[in-house]
């Protein structure tokens, strides 16, 4: 019997794109983080394309989509000029990672354009078309008060994981403490 | 003073392009929902490709995703030979709805696929290339176990928001009850 290991291989690098693309995301997203998910060692970009059957361009666009999702890191190989890439295999941290990501820079301003163009309209209110910069403005407040809901949700369920960590750290240690007691008396 | 609104429409349009593009989906699919969700009228296909400036081809696909995910919906026009779209402005609903979406067919024959790869492992174990196959096999257990309990939170959640909801109508109900109670009397 021949090895099915790399039949299973590609069926779960297919599986990964149609995932991917199921979501609204390029399909080559899923397709890199499963060839480097099933591989022992990092991968270069080349041997993404060889792997994954696409542009090298988009090899690196989705490696760096990745990377920002914490789904990938790259591995500097001293010596090597090439860079190397490996999946991270810790999910939560990847689900926390992605839920931080929001707190950083460039999501923000993208967020800020929301309150900006906001601040155009409403100088408009009043004047030319009103009904049309009502209509703006009602849309964009709705989309905003969305996002802050929807952000303090992100930051109390961060908060709240850190607290059960902390508490988690707490009684294991307490147990750890009670262990050493009862191994001390 | 020249009117700010398609200045206000523009700012808006690339910001959610650019939200968009930051969680790794194409940068037309925010860019089309915000088209969309600034405008008081359905728009046809060719007035977003006007609108947003790419192909008809990457407008298509990027509605047909945005449709899926529940943020833009079809309209039928009696005597159009074209279909019109419109934004969902319920954002809890589309919230909802992505997560619901994960029992339909297609998502389930994606995540079978991690199932059938981890079969055809298994089966290798003990064969030829055994590390390589308990690497593989350790490595799609993981996933899957991440995937199933995902499932159950999201599961778990949805379940709740139907208990809220029923126990909001009830409340509400209830009141009404006594409203109307209190008016007889």
Same sequence: chains 1, 2.
Avoid: C
Wanted: charged share 25%; glycine share 6%.
């Amino acid at each position: 019997m021949s090895s099915q290991l790399p039949v299973a291989r590609q069926h779960f690098i297919q599986g990964l794109s149609r995932i991917s693309q199921f979501w609204g995301f390029p399909k080559a997203m899923g397709a890199i983080f499963g060839a480097l998910y099933l591989s022992p060692n990092p991968l270069s970009l080349d041997e993404l394309v060889e792997q994954v059957a696409v542009t090298k361009g988009a090899v690196s666009t989705n490696v760096r989509s990745l990377e920002r999702l914490g789904m990938v890191h790259k591995q500097i190989v001293i010596g090597e000029r090439k860079d190397f890439y490996f999946a991270e295999t810790d999910f939560w941290k990847i689900v926390k990672t992605v839920l931080r990501e929001r707190e950083k820079g460039e999501f923000d301003r993208a967020l800020r354009s929301i309150d900006e163009s906001l601040e155009m309209v409403e100088q408009q209110v009043d004047t030319e078309n009103p009904e049309l910069a009502q209509f703006y403005q009602q849309r964009l407040q709705n989309l905003q008060a969305f996002f802050h809901t929807l952000d303090n949700l992100v930051a109390t369920f961060l908060a709240l994981d850190e607290l059960r960590m902390g508490a988690l750290e707490r009684i294991i240690g307490s147990k750890m403490e009670k262990k050493s007691k009862s191994r001390s008396t």
